[in-house]
């Protein structure tokens, strides 16, 4: 759906993007996390061609778009619908003037532009409200407009830029419920930017993040969680899980219902090793359960503990003082 190849992109002569390969799958919904001034924006800019790049290509349904034209880059932008932060509605306009006012500049026919408009604004509970203006909303109910302008021309594709940031939790999670009925009832693909994790968590089924002006992780949003590479524990924070210096951490990662009771008492039983559980985490990630847990093992046993986890298929890592993953040289 969307190829990013080699693409590099710099201000005054200064990288914001350098050397981005990423593949976005049709009719899913992506995530896009990074710092501030990561480029993540940017990125999204250049997607839609709102934004140039220096080198690279982008394809978005076989289209590069840096082959193209004023006119037929305008033409191009006609199927990628875009959410901003600010929501970016007319103050003077009626909540109906609003969604209708991407076909008005295309010259749809007055009555298909109501009649569409009416329809969207049904699909996103606002049919109460066409003729207020945007200050008697409140910020869920701006953002929901916008949504419904954003699908107005019928978009392959809907950009989001930091869509929810300025709502609060509850709004947010109306907002991504929204976005993820959009998704399944209309095929649309989504990106969305965003430095909220909650959003990644609670929408997203793949995601990326971006740091160093590079993308440094890519993949299904459980299992990055899972993972926990560098440059995610960089956005949320290193986790500290200790254990007495005469011992090692053995972290689980659980799949669903993939660590049990049965499993533990097996651990007992089977190895007649003595473990502590010092931490434990499951989270919600767009329908699955995922999460880790942190047993504490003495330097000696760790290994054999290990050893017959894989064996039972078990996704472990033995973290060595410090928190980080160690290897056998490291334990011993």
Known sequence: MIQIQNLYKAYNGIAILDNINLNI???EIF???????????????????????????????????????????????RKIGMIF??????????????VMLPMECWHYPKEARRKKAQELLEIVGLADKTMALPHEL??????????????????????????????????TKS??????????????????VTHDMSVVKGVCNRMAIVTGKQIAAVGEVSETFLAEPSSLLELIGKKEVVAPASHRILRLSLRDT?????????????????????????????GKSCGHLYLSIAVENIERARAYCLNK??????????????GKDDVL
């Open 25 to 27: 799958q049709r009719s």
């Open 85 to 98: 932060q600010n929501f970016a509605l007319l103050n003077r306009r009626t909540v109906i003037d609003n």
């Open 175 to 192: 907002i991504l419920d929204l976005l993820a009925d959009v998704n399944r009832q209309m095929g649309i693909t989504i990106v969305i």
């Open 258 to 286: 993939s660590i049990d009771q049965a499993f533990l008492n097996d651990f007992v039983s089977k190895l007649k090793l003595e473990f502590t559980i010092i931490a434990a985490n499951v989270e919600q990630f767009y």
């Open 31 to 77: 995530g896009i996390v990074g710092q501030s001034g990561a480029g993540k924006s940017t990125l999204l800019r250049c997607i839609n061609g709102l934004e140039s790049f220096d080198k690279g290509k982008i394809i978005v349904n076989s289209t590069d778009i840096s082959a193209l034209s004023e006119k037929d880059l305008l033409s191009f932008r």
């Open 313 to 326: 298929g078990m996704d472990c890592t033995v973290l060595v003082p410090g928190g980080r993953p160690g």
């Open 138 to 171: 409140s910020g869920g109910q701006k953002q929901r407009v916008a949504i419904a302008r954003a699908l107005t021309l019928e978009p392959d594709i809907l950009l989001c830029d930091e869509a929810t940031s300025a709502l609060d939790p509850a709004i």
